[in-house]
């Protein structure tokens, strides 16, 4: 069975760290590029960074940009998401989730095949 589940969100007061990790159950990770969503109470679900299956490619929203890195370690199955400088604006539910772009070095918001059940971020002091 083909899972994807987030962990590490937590409560961490403005200006903190965190680190999420989405793990891979059911299949190789190399072969999809991962992406990671969120989305506040109130507002819609918006694409914060996806990283393309060869890792080579990034790209992220422009309010994590700077702040919040994507990494891969296709071994341990696990994409991970560093937080850094965090914002209360940054409060959501995180997701992760896991596509097939047509070529090994794009990533993107869209059509994702797989999702994971999120982890809350809660940024507050």
């Known amino acids: 069975q083909l899972q994807l589940v987030e962990s590490g969100g937590g409560l961490v007061q403005p200006g903190g760290s965190l680190r999420l990790s989405c793990a891979a159950s059911?299949?190789?990770?190399?072969?999809?590029?991962i992406s990671w969503f969120r989305q506040a109470p109130g507002k819609e679900r918006e694409g914060v960074s996806c990283?393309?299956?060869?890792?080579?490619?990034?790209n992220y929203a422009d309010s994590v940009r700077g702040r919040f890195t994507i990494s891969r370690d296709n071994a341990k199955k696990t994409v991970y998401l560093q937080m850094d400088s965090l914002e209360p604006e940054d409060t959501a539910v995180y997701y992760c989730?896991?596509?097939?772009?047509?070529?090994?070095?794009?990533?993107?918001?869209?059509?994702?095949?797989?999702w994971g059940k999120g982890t809350l971020v809660t940024v507050s002091s």
């Open positions: 059911g299949f190789t990770l190399d072969s999809y590029a």
């Open positions: 990283i393309s299956s060869s890792g080579g490619s990034t």
């Open positions: 989730a896991a596509d097939t772009p047509p070529a090994p070095y794009i990533c993107w918001f869209n059509g994702m095949d797989y």
